[in-house]
């Protein structure tokens, strides 16, 4: 039933190691997103795509790379994880580009670097 | 530097009281401005959305003011409730549906 899922909800893992988060969105939308969410609870995009191709690349370190599958899917792999990349990723979806379409953001996946 | 600068980052108001919350932007290119609402362990959920041709809109207890010279808009929460406990976020939108958030305000509603 959840239109944008992200998972996992937790990741706990060491400095240096390369992890993934994966998200879906069942609202048959084109746009998919990434933001990431500091500790102040600042909200700043990473990415979108738009039908599986890169619209927006926001200045983000090249050890993050998001891929989309499919238009249903926008996965985010991080490697060599730092602790400045602890913080809170969120994945949302739009209809399209177009026409001022509302984004639709998952519940979030907490990102802990030890 | 902060394109869409949110003001207060918190506010505390008992039941019924109308807390405001005010962002002013810097770049003219922005063409749409939405309110997004969020609850704890929860994404943010849009709330109410204006555009720069409207100086009000009005949505339920909710209420966007919007002032195109000044370069700045604000929402009121009309007799608030202990339910709207949230930090909401303004933002402004660009080109390709990019959004900019404000920095975020903790609104708190004592019963």
């Known amino acids: 039933d959840t239109a944008v899922s992200q998972t996992p909800k937790y990741l706990v893992t060491q400095m240096g190691n390369d992890k993934s988060i994966k998200c879906e969105q069942n609202?048959?939308?084109?746009?998919m997103y990434w933001y990431k969410q500091d500790s102040k609870k600042f909200l700043k995009i990473m990415f979108s795509?738009?039908?599986?191709?890169?619209?927006i690349n926001e200045t983000v370190p090249n050890r993050f790379s998001p891929k989309s599958p499919d238009k249903a899917h926008l996965n985010l792999h991080i490697n060599s994880l730092e602790l400045g990349d602890s913080a809170v990723y969120f994945c949302?979806?739009?209809?399209?580009?177009?026409?001022?379409?509302?984004?639709?953001f998952g519940d979030g996946t907490r990102l802990s670097i030890l | 530097q902060q394109q869409v600068k949110q003001s207060p980052q918190s506010l505390i108001v008992q039941k019924g009281g109308i807390p405001i919350i005010n962002c002013a932007y810097e770049?003219?290119?922005?063409?749409?401005f939405p309110w997004y609402q969020q609850f704890p362990g929860k994404g943010p959920a849009l709330l109410i959305a204006i555009r720069p041709d409207v100086s009000e809109k009005k949505e339920g207890r909710f209420t966007i003011s919007f002032n195109k010279s000044a370069k700045q808009f604000s929402l009121h929460i009309m007799d608030s409730q202990p339910g709207d406990s949230a930090t909401y976020f303004c933002a402004a939108k660009a080109a390709g549906n990019k959004l900019t958030f404000g920095g975020g305000t903790r609104v708190l509603v004592k019963p």
């Open positions: 949302a979806s739009s209809q399209d580009l177009n026409n001022n379409q509302p984004q639709h």
């Open positions: 795509y738009n039908n599986k191709e890169l619209i």
């Open positions: 770049n003219t290119a922005f063409d749409y």
């Open positions: 609202l048959g939308h084109d746009t």
